[in-house]
């Protein structure tokens, strides 16, 4: 991974910002919804507090018997549906309504009140309508076969009453009342019969006085006209369970308790709705449109778990079932959060009991939306999120270009210190030397470096010289104390001793001349004046004198070259290609044939000097042209490992270069010279 | 009379090493150490040959001011360089402050030997009337063996010791080749490749000096060098 990449992660870090700011949020939004759950749950004790006090308003069950399933609920409707059987002018949801099973399917129903009067809406499955005749109503107070829905109505301990509706024909239906004062047609009550599809509907209105506390649908599906219908029923035994609906008492006392923002239920202790005043503030869309959807869609990632349940509204149904107010209902405070579907916004719902007699009689919910907390919490959000996703994006371009910067100073420097030693002589001069930090810290040192090394390769490259001049005093001292011993007439061993001394004296002044040879090379490339001349015409008459020198090989010389003019020194060349034989003849065996070439390559001509014999062994292949560095490993003391260093000089001295492979059994040397117009440069020293 | 031969070296053991061989050839030798005394010796008497080291001890380059000094005493008294300084630079720089010869201290005695006595030799010759018997004569080209001068198109040649022999080799017989080793045989001097090949150069220099299309000395790759007739 490069410092561009690293310095990029790393940028990520400033995310944390935002983060932080989230977390900051969320903390501010969790202690904001605790107070505000605590306010509410203060109010919603003392509400149940005051209600306590009309313990008559919360409808008691008598007889104990019966369970909420036996109790109808009346809806409070805002507007007074047309009597005509349908059911769609009803300001209802469509869950209100109430199923039960029938002989042929369900049968579905719902009550209202409006006004001073009850309206029935009663959906029947029936798969073929029997009508009653006017003689059966009559005659069999209701107790013959016809289709019919029976609203029954009691006053316990009093006896039960009924109401029946059935059709003699589609349209407006007379209701049948049964009492114990008789059975008659009851003309208060306005009805409609409406046959649908697969069964009827019946619509009636009927005024609250004719009717009890206790309300029961039943509905009698009639085979055939003689035959007794199938009785589906709303309720369990003889008695229907007590109606419910709307106090109107509560409903006006929540009001004067009830906060703007706050909906109230009222329940009983079945949970049926009594009262319910208010809305929780959900509908309400406070400085939604300044807050764009991007920022919507973080602040949900980001600050809203979303992991409280969708918010329940009241109840179609008339009866809170919900676990809160069951909770409530069981006698303890109970609250739960919400989200609105509508809106998504919280919503904190507090649920009290409320006691009477010992026992609880109902509850009381409070629901609020938290728009308060949002909308502060939405514009500290954007404020903040713009700040930080700004920042964030500011500090990653600013690291990154910087990490680029540093990364192209690093490379620079890294190219040229990898450059500096490529060459023949060292540079020492790097990029972001000036500069005051590490990477010029790192320049200067590497400089620093490069120039001990550069000092290093210098002294190694004139060791040679230095070392032969110096010890030509001393061997001249040898040599002419020797020559003055052989002529004070030395007989028998000492002579020999003599000889022997001289021998070696010899030796040492020819090991001297090779080492300082390389520095004279160089002298002469300095001072040489480049001559034309034709490169063949050289090498050709040379490797025939090879072979009067090395009978021992065989030479073979190829020139395939088109053009062999060149400028240059020939005597110097010459002693390049004496020192490539003389290396070549070492390495190969009695009778190998070395072969000497000249071709024309791409930049210039190539003269190659290739010997069969051991391959070059691949870690000397990079030193193999440095001097004082040799490959043989009888260490005889004729080579240095100077040869091909002074191979090397000449060869760079004429802007060429040289190059060794292994190559058909055998190493090949190629000689790389240029053909254009070519100074001789001294390289290496200055 | 015997022949005075100065030697500056500020060596002691080579200078004695020297001395002793100068002796025993019969020559009376004057030995010093460094620049100034002998200097003040040479004010009051000039040797018949002075042996110089370049580097006399801190006087790095005292051998060439001392031959530059004797230079202007005399233009006729023999300088030979004998030194460590193997350097092309050295050696051009030393001849051409006046210097007879320029050898490097590798040399044998018995060579250096011979040079002294070639060069008093050619002292002896330039004082006598110039006889026919020692000339040799090849076109443009003449050679007094004795006085060791060259003449090209009559115009005197300024060559070193080495270098006349070289000619001198070369020019005996002309069109052979000379190798490397019949030169330096020549040159009584154990000289290696490169120095062979700066000294023909310097040479074929000399006699362009004279005649800008001189062309006589030619190169005969891998082989030598040879003279041909002009």
Not at chain 1, 43 to 68: M, N
Not at chain 2, 55 to 64: H, M
Not at chain 2, 166 to 194: C, I
């Amino acid at each position: 991974m490069n410092l561009r990449r690293q310095l990029l992660l790393v940028s990520l870090l400033t995310l944390v910002l935002p983060w932080a700011g989230c977390e900051f949020i969320r903390e501010t939004e969790s202690a904001l919804r605790q107070s505000q759950q605590q306010m509410l749950s203060g109010t919603a004790s003392a509400v149940a507090e005051s209600l306590e006090r009309y313990p008559e308003e919360f409808p008691v069950e008598p007889g104990g018997k019966h369970t909420p399933a036996d109790q109808l609920y009346g809806h409070r409707l805002e507007t007074a549906p047309l009597i005509d059987g349908y059911v769609n002018d009803w300001p209802l949801p469509a869950e209100s309504l109430r199923q039960i099973g029938g002989a042929d399917g369900p049968i579905r129903f719902v009550l209202g009140l409006h006004g001073r009067h009850l309206y029935l809406y009663a959906a029947v499955t029936d798969n073929e309508v029997v009508y009653a005749s006017p003689s059966t109503i009559a005659v069999d107070d209701g107790q013959d076969s016809a289709d019919r829905v029976v609203l029954v109505s009691a006053n316990p301990p009093m006896a039960s009453e009924s109401l029946m509706f059935a059709a003699e024909a589609p349209g407006p239906v007379i209701a049948w009342f049964q009492s114990s004062f008789g059975f008659g047609p009851e003309a208060t009550v306005q009805a409609h019969w409406q046959d649908v599809a697969g069964g009827y509907q019946v619509e009636a209105r009927i005024p609250m006085n004719l009717l009890g506390t206790h309300l029961g649908i039943n509905v009698v599906n009639a085979a055939s006209e003689r035959e007794a219908g199938i009785r589906s029923t709303s309720f369990v035994g003889q008695v229907p369970g007590p109606f419910v609906t709307i106090s109107p008492d509560l409903t006006s006392l929540a009001e004067k308790l009830v906060q703007p923002g706050t909906r109230m239920l009222i329940t009983d202790r079945y949970g049926w709705r009594i009262a319910a005043v208010g809305t929780p503030g959900t509908t309400m869309q406070p400085s939604q449109g300044a807050v764009s959807n991007w920022l919507r869609i973080a602040y949900k990632a980001l600050v809203e778990p979303g992991t409280e349940p969708a918010f329940a509204e009241p109840d179609p149904s008339g009866r809170e079932r919900q676990p809160y107010i069951a909770t409530a209902l069981d006698g303890r405070t109970s609250e739960s959060w919400f989200r609105s579907l509508e809106s998504g916004k919280a919503i904190v719902a507090v649920a009290e009991p409320v006691s009477g007699n010992g026992s609880t009689i109902g509850a009381v919910v409070l629901q609020q939306g938290t728009d308060a907390i949002l909308s502060l919490r939405n514009e500290g959000l954007a404020r903040l999120m713009n700040v930080t996703i700004v920042a964030t994006l500011l500090v990653a371009a600013a690291l990154l270009g910087y990490a680029t910067w540093l990364s192209r100073r690093i490379r620079r420097l890294s190219g040229a210190a990898e450059e500096a030693v490529e060459g023949a002589a060292i540079r020492t001069a790097l990029p972001s030397a000036d500069a005051a930090d590490e990477i010029g810290d790192l320049s200067r040192s590497f400089s620093h470096v490069l120039g001990q090394l550069a000092d290093y390769n210098d002294y190694l490259r004139s060791l040679a010289s230095r070392l032969s001049h110096e010890l030509r005093t001393p061997l001249a001292i040898v040599t002419s104390s020797l020559e003055n011993l052989e002529h004070e007439g030395l007989e028998g061993a000492p002579a020999d001793y003599t000889a022997r001394a001289r021998d070696g004296a010899d030796r040492l002044r020819r090991i001297l001349n090779a080492m300082s040879e390389a520095s004279r090379v160089e002298e002469l490339m300095e001072h040489g004046e480049p001559e034309a001349f034709d490169l063949e015409s050289v090498v050709s008459p040379t490797v025939d004198a090879y072979r009067d020198v090395y009978p021992e090989r065989r030479f073979e010389f190829d020139c395939t070259a088109t053009t062999t003019t060149m400028r240059g020194s020939p005597e110097l060349l010459i002693q390049m290609l004496d020192k490539l034989v003389d290396n070549a003849a070492d390495f190969s065996a009695n009778g190998d044939v070395i072969r000497i070439s000249l071709e024309s390559g791409d930049a210039g001509l190539v003269l190659g000097v290739h010997n069969p014999g051991p391959p070059l062994p691949e870690r000397m292949r990079s030193q193999l042209f440095d001097s004082m560095v040799s490959v043989r490993s009888d260490g005889s003391d004729r080579h240095l490992g100077l040869g091909l260093y002074v191979a090397k000089l000449i060869a760079e001295g004429h802007g060429g270069r040289i190059t060794a492979e292994n190559a058909d059994d055998g190493v090949r040397f190629s000689v790389i010279l240029p053909v254009g117009d070519t100074k001789l440069a001294q390289v290496g020293r200055k | 009379m015997t022949k005075r031969i100065a030697i500056v070296e500020d060596e002691a053991a080579i200078r004695d090493n020297y001395a002793a061989a100068f002796r025993r050839e019969g020559y009376a030798v004057d030995a010093y150490e460094s620049r100034a005394p002998a200097l003040e010796a040479f004010a009051s008497r000039l040797p018949d040959l002075v042996v110089i080291d370049i580097n006399l001890k801190d006087d790095v380059e005292g051998g060439f001011e001392l031959c530059r000094q004797l230079r202007a005493q005399s233009a006729d008294l023999p300088i030979i360089f004998l030194t460590a300084r193997d350097s092309e630079f050295d050696a051009v720089s030393g001849l051409r402050l006046g210097a007879d010869d320029y050898l490097t201290k590798d040399i044998s005695l018995p060579h250096l030997m011979a040079r002294i006595a070639a060069l008093f030799r050619r002292l002896d010759a330039m004082q006598k009337p110039q006889a026919e018997s020692g000339r040799i004569t090849r076109g443009s080209l003449e050679i007094d063996t004795d006085r060791m001068t060259v003449q090209w198109r009559g115009i005197p040649v300024g060559l070193t010791l080495t270098e006349f022999w070289l000619v001198h080799a070369m020019a005996r017989y002309p069109g052979h080749v000379k190798n490397r080793q019949q030169l330096m045989d020549a040159a009584q001097a154990v000289l290696d490749d490169n120095t062979i090949t700066s000294h023909v150069k310097r040479i074929r220099r000399k006699f362009q000096a004279i005649d800008a299309d001189f062309g006589c000395i030619e190169t005969v790759y891998g082989m030598g060098y040879r003279w041909i007739a002009d």
